[in-house]
Every structure is written in C-alpha cells, then in structure tokens.
C-alpha cells in the first residue's frame, strides 16, 4: 500500500485542509446505480470534462454533474450519463447534499460553529502535473532504452521510470506511482507490438497521446574489441531483425540471440564483461554502459521509426484547433459483412483510417459456422483496434461512432488525442 503515497513524506506533517469561512461552498455525496438502458451519442460535445466523459463513453464512473438541476421530487436528485465503455450501460447519479446529512447530527442552538474540514483526497497526496513538468513517466526497459528516449520527447522534463514489463508500467500508472506511461505500439518495419494492444484492453487507462521517434541502432561492445572477435550479438527481437541484412554485410559469423530490450542488452554486456558478445542499442546506452561503438546506425532502413503512445489514468478533453487522433477497438459476432459496415460508417463521414488491427478475441476464439453441433466448420472470433484521423469533438466523429454501436457487440474508445506532428529525418547520427 506504501506504492499509492507520493515520494515524499511530508503529508504525515501536513494540517488537514479547511475550507474558507467565507461562503462555504455546496458539497455532495455522489452514489452510482447502474442499469441497462439503450445509449447513444449527443450532437455535439461541451467543454467541460463531465459533457467530454459522458460523450465519448471513457471512465464512467468518474462522470459527474457540476451543476445539478432542481430535482422534481424532493426526497432525490437524479442525474443521468449515459456511456458506451464496452458494455451497453448507462449510470444514475444520486446527489445528495451534505446539509442534508450533517443537519441531524448538528444542534440547532449552535451558530458559532465553523465549516467542517474537507477530508484528504488522492488529488492532495499526488496532484497531477501539469503537461511536461516533473511528472513521473513509466517506460519498458532499462536506462538508455528507445522507450526512455520517447518518454523524454514526449515530456521533456520528466522524471523516467523503468519497469522490466510493459504490464508493470500499465500497474504504476493505475497504482499512483507514476503519472503517465510511454509505451510503443507499433514500427515502421517491425509491425505492431501486440503484446501492448492487448494490455490496453485488459487495462483501463486512456491514451492522451503519441509520438513518433526515429530509431538509431549501433553495434556496441566492450573497450578493445574488435569485431573479428565477437562471437554473438544480442538485443531485442525487433532491433535483430531490424538489422539482420546488416549484419550479414559486416561479414559477422555470429549467433544472434533476443533479450528483453535493447539497453538491457547492453547492460547484460557490460556486467558480465562479455568480450566476445555484442549488443545492438543506442548510442545513449554506450555512454551510459562505457561501451564502444562498433558500428553505427546499423538498421537497415534508414526511415525506421517507432510510434509511442502516452497513457493517463484520465482521457483528455478532445479539440478542433488541431488534428486529432482517435483509438477505437471493437468486436461484432455476424460475420465478415459487419466490418465493412463499420468500415462505412468512417468512409461515408470522409472520415481517414490511419491503422487497423485485430486480435483474438480471447473469451471466444472459434465460433461454428452451421446450425447443426455436428458441423466442423469454423472461424476465429477478433477484435478490431481502429485508429482514424477526427476529434471526438467533431459531430462527424460522433455520428460514425454511433453507426458502429449498432453493428458491433462491444466499443470502446481508447482515447482521442493530438496527432504529433513533429517533423523527422532518417536519422544518421547517433542519438
């Protein structure tokens, strides 16, 4: 439990916060019904969190009125959200004031007494930074690692935080103990990282960004030594078949063997004081490690680049004055002939799909095609992640997504977020 307080301990020395004297504001107790009603999309969004939530169906339960309306029967308030967070549901929100509550329990005569303290709330133990300065941002790997070198693009003043598995930088995100998570998706070679697209179903963070960073690969080893000595070369799995034609140009007779992570890699090296095996990573990780560089920018295509995506506990409130990014993921159970339609619904709308890919829906893999239990007939079951290029503020965005509700059997929207929009070069430098 120790993992949900911030570093440092100053809150155990800390007086509870008071609210001022001077008009107390109206607090209130918010209790969660849920029931299965019918949802859908409104016209448009507002501009406030609470309207953003409710609209595109992303943390639920966290939705809240900020002004509630005069209830019609006086013994309760009741405010509806609906949301489309992977299951047709909808939510009643009964707001109950705290007058009411703490009337009976004060005495009538008492006028002197002063508001009541605000109890402590996660927000006060670990308050979210503002955008780039001094958040506290999980990557996979180790210390001069591409995900290390993208968490800092992304947030340049942040304080990194390794963790050896990508599920593990997932938890300490939803754990407190890190405020964002910087994590790769897909490369320009190496396909995606499905092994992430699963994760962001199994977890219920959102994503609030991307960045794209161009990858850079050497062939380290230890001091004084040369290349005619090496006998084996490790790295990630990507990073080796990245460079594969490569190797076989510098005429290396060596054995090629995957690891966890290209820093890693070049660790495991410099630990071990392995002078007969190379690492292919960074140019970071050599400085980082006292490792030489053998042989730079060693990636078979110079263009070859890794898009990151940025994770928060809390979706991001979705513009117009810039291009936006949606991540969508979806399954249906009739067959090929609904994908196409959901496929309309984005092209009808001149709507640009930027990726599509589908995974194994593991709760149902295999379906039976024929009526009849005898039949041996079969095909696997999917889901299907969706990036298209539109703002969950933009009507357009919202009518498709409405289209697709009627065909599919689940939706969810991972997030709506800025396009990064940084301009690159093939990289021939070191990093």
Same mark, same amino acid.
């Given at each position: ?5 911030? %570093?440092?301990?100053n ?18 107790v918010?209790?969660c019904?849920?029931?299965?009603d019918?949802?859908?999309? %409104? ?5 406030? @969190?609470?309207?953003w939530?409710?609209s &595109? ?8 009125s900020?002004?509630?309306? %005069? ?10 959200v609906?949301?489309v967070?992977?299951? *047709?549901?909808?939510v009643?929100l009964e707001?109950?004031?705290?007058? *009411?509550?703490?009337s ?5 005569? =008492? !006028?002197?007494?002063?508001? %009541? ?35 800092? !693009? ?9 963790? =050896?598995?990508f599920e ?8 407190w ?12 070679l190496?396909?995606?990282i499905?092994?992430? #697209?699963?994760?962001?179903l ?15 690969h &050497?062939?380290l ?5 040369? !290349?005619?000595?090496?006998?084996r070369v ?8 990245? &460079?594969?034609l490569?190797?076989? *140009?510098l005429?290396?007779n060596?054995?090629?063997?995957a690891?966890?992570d ?13 002078r ?5 990573a ?6 980082? #490690?006292?490792?030489?560089?053998l042989?730079?920018?060693?990636? =078979? ?18 513009r ?16 090929t002939s609904?994908?196409? *339609? ?6 009808? @709308?001149?709507i640009s799909l930027? !990726? ?6 593991r709760?149902?893999?295999?379906r039976l ?17 969706? =990036? ?18 009627e065909?599919t ?23």
């Amino acid at each position: 439990m120790q993992a949900l307080l911030p %570093p440092s301990p100053n809150y155990l020395t800390k007086p509870a916060l008071r609210l001022p004297r001077v008009a107390p504001p109206r607090l209130a107790v918010f209790k969660c019904a849920y029931r299965s009603d019918s949802v859908h999309f %409104p016209n448009s969004v507002g501009s406030s @969190r609470a309207d953003w939530q409710s609209s &595109c169906a992303i943390l639920a339960s966290n939705v809240v009125s900020q002004q509630p309306q %005069p209830p019609s029967d006086k013994s309760r308030t009741t405010d509806h959200v609906g949301s489309v967070n992977g299951h *047709k549901t909808s939510v009643d929100l009964e707001i109950v004031p705290m007058e *009411k509550l703490s009337s009976s329990s004060s005495s009538p005569d =008492d !006028k002197s007494s002063s508001p %009541p303290p605000r109890a402590l709330t996660i927000t006060d133990l670990s308050p979210a930074p503002m955008h780039g300065a001094q958040l506290r941002v999980a990557y996979q790997g180790v210390p001069g690692a591409y995900s290390e070198a993208a968490a800092g !693009k992304a947030y340049p003043k942040c304080e990194a935080i390794p963790c =050896d598995q990508f599920e593990v930088a997932f938890q300490a995100v939803e754990l407190w103990i890190a405020d964002r998570a910087v994590l790769p998706v897909e490369n320009s070679l190496g396909g995606s990282i499905h092994r992430n #697209y699963d994760l962001l179903l199994r977890h219920r963070l959102h994503i609030v960004g991307e960045v794209q960073l161009p990858v850079h690969h &050497c062939l380290l080893a230890l001091p004084g030594v040369r !290349k005619e000595y090496l006998n084996r070369v490790i790295s990630h799995p990507q990073a080796l078949a990245q &460079c594969e034609l490569t190797l076989t *140009k510098l005429g290396l007779n060596v054995v090629r063997e995957a690891v966890d992570d290209t820093a890693g890699a070049a660790e495991f090296v410099a630990a071990n004081n392995l002078r007969d095996t190379a690492a292919i990573a960074s140019a970071r990780a050599a400085e980082l #490690y006292g490792m030489e560089i053998l042989e730079n920018g060693i990636q =078979d295509d110079s263009s070859n680049v890794t898009r990151f995506v940025m994770l928060a506990r809390e979706p991001i409130i979705p513009r117009t004055d810039r291009p936006f990014k949606t991540s969508i993921v979806f399954a249906h159970d009739k067959g090929t002939s609904v994908l196409f *339609k959901v496929l309309s619904a984005f092209a009808f @709308r001149n709507i640009s799909l930027t !990726k599509i890919e589908s995974r194994p829906h593991r709760n149902r893999p295999i379906r039976l095609v024929s009526d009849s239990n005898e039949g041996t007939a079969s095909h696997f079951e999917y889901l299907f992640y969706v =990036d298209f290029e539109a703002s969950m503020a933009e009507v357009r965005a919202q009518n498709a997504l409405a289209e697709v509700q009627e065909f599919t059997s689940f939706l969810r929207v991972l997030g709506s977020y800025p396009i990064d929009m940084t301009p690159w070069s093939p990289s021939r430098g070191g990093d």
